[in-house]
């Protein structure tokens, strides 16, 4: 006994789980912006019981303007990735992968959006990272990077990276495929 799945199907799952991980993000990155914002503007009691359980009680204390830079970075962080799913979303939903002609200048153009986004959450993660490890070293406590949501800068270049490849490959088969239309 042999399971088929098609294309079609596959590209509904993806769609459903791009769905479900774009609203979970979506979440995240709301409990962050509006804990920062509730912490700064409202109460400061709000920064030991930051987003997830997180205690940057110490760093406000320390100095506000730390705290500023770190929730900064962390929501940055945070809106890029919710960015990023709701390209996937909104490509997936619009219906413009075409299984017949799969190399068009949208999917390139989609890929290299992706790439572009997974390229500034390296950037801004590996910037938040380096920020918290030189905080740390004035003796401020502080939670783990992962907590904070940045770590994995590395994870996040290579991704962009391979993602700009996989464009060009497109922009290679789209030319191709161009020719291949002209001569027929």
């Not at 910037?127 to 940045?150: C, D, F, S, T, V």
Request: net charge positive; hydrophobic share 55%; proline share 2%.
């Amino acid at each position: 006994m042999q399971i088929k799945i098609s294309s079609p199907q596959i590209l509904k799952i993806l769609n459903v789980l791009s769905w479900i991980i774009f609203i979970g993000v979506c979440i995240e990155a709301g409990g962050f912006l509006f804990n920062s914002f509730y912490a700064l503007v409202l109460n400061p009691i709000g920064a030991k019981y930051f987003w997830n359980h997180l205690d940057l009680s110490s760093l406000y204390q320390f100095d506000h303007g730390y705290f500023f830079v770190t929730t900064t970075l962390i929501n940055i962080v945070v809106v890029l990735k919710a960015c990023l799913f709701y390209v996937i979303v909104k490509y997936l939903y619009s219906r413009k992968l075409d299984l017949s002609k799969p190399f068009s200048i949208d999917l390139r153009r989609f890929i290299l959006n992706l790439g572009y986004l997974a390229l500034g959450i390296s950037v801004f993660t590996l910037w938040g990272a380096n920020y918290i490890e030189w905080i740390m070293k004035k003796g401020i406590e502080m939670p783990a990077l992962q907590n904070l949501h940045l770590a994995g800068a590395e994870i996040w270049l290579f991704m962009s990276i391979s993602l700009f490849v996989i464009a060009q490959i497109i922009k290679s088969g789209i030319e191709i495929q161009s020719e291949n239309e002209l001569t027929v």
